[in-house]
C-alpha cells in the first residue's frame, strides 16, 4: 500500500502561483512515476505531468511553459509549481503514484486538494 498526502491548494489570483507538494509513504517500486492529474466540474480527470524516478518528465500542452513538476527521490515527494495561473486551471489536483511490481503496474492516489484561480 501506499499513502499520498497532498498540501498546497488555495484560491490565487488570474497570473498568480502556487505550489502543490505530494509526499508519498509506504511501499515502493523498482520502477515508478508520480505525477499530477486534476479534475475540473462536469470533466474527465486529465493528466497535467509526470515524473519518473530517473527523472524523466512529461506535461500536458495546457500547462506546458507554465509548470514544472520535480521529485525529491529521498523524501519520495513530488512537487507542482505553478505559474501564470489561467481561470481554466481551477480545478480538484490530484497527486498519483505508480509502479511496477511483479507484471503489473499499479496506482494509488491522493485525495485530492481544490486549486481555484480567480478573475
Known amino acids: 500500500q501506499v499513502q499520498l498526502v497532498e498540501s498546497g491548494g488555495g484560491l490565487v489570483q488570474v497570473g498568480g502561483s502556487l505550489r502543490l507538494s505530494c509526499a508519498a509513504s509506504g511501499s515502493t517500486f523498482m520502477i515508478d512515476a508520480m505525477g499530477w492529474y486534476r479534475q475540473a466540474p462536469g470533466k474527465q480527470r486529465e493528466l497535467v505531468a509526470t515524473i519518473t524516478s530517473a527523472g524523466i518528465t512529461n506535461y500536458a500542452d495546457s500547462v506546458k511553459g507554465r509548470f514544472t513538476i520535480s521529485r525529491d527521490n529521498a523524501k519520495n515527494t513530488v512537487y507542482l509549481q505553478m505559474n501564470s495561473l489561467k481561470p481554466e486551471d481551477t480545478a480538484v489536483y490530484y497527486c498519483?503514484?505508480?509502479?511496477?511490481?511483479?507484471?503489473?503496474?499499479?496506482?494509488?492516489w491522493g485525495q485530492g486538494t481544490q486549486v481555484s484561480v480567480s478573475s
Open positions: 498519483n503514484k505508480g509502479g511496477l511490481r511483479g507484471l503489473r503496474w499499479i496506482d494509488y
